[in-house]
């Protein structure tokens, strides 16, 4: 999961995407301050991979 955390002014929004590739299209178009950050559970296949590739 995707994560856009978009500040504007004392508002916090945040919106979720399936895919990296989602998330970067809508960020493009936002017009405040963000993060995109990829969410990864401990118990998710990818979380594997990614300790390896770390490690």
């Known amino acids: 999961m995707w994560v856009i955390t978009c500040y504007e002014g004392s508002n916090i929004s945040m919106y979720e995407y399936e ?24 118990n998710d296949s990818r979380f594997k991979e990614l300790v390896a590739v770390a490690v």
Do not use: D, G, P, Q
């Not at 895919?19 to 401990?42: G, P």
């Open 19 to 42: 895919t990296e590739k989602e998330a970067r299209e809508a960020c493009k178009n936002m017009k405040c301050c963000k993060i995109l950050s990829e969410v990864v559970y401990y």
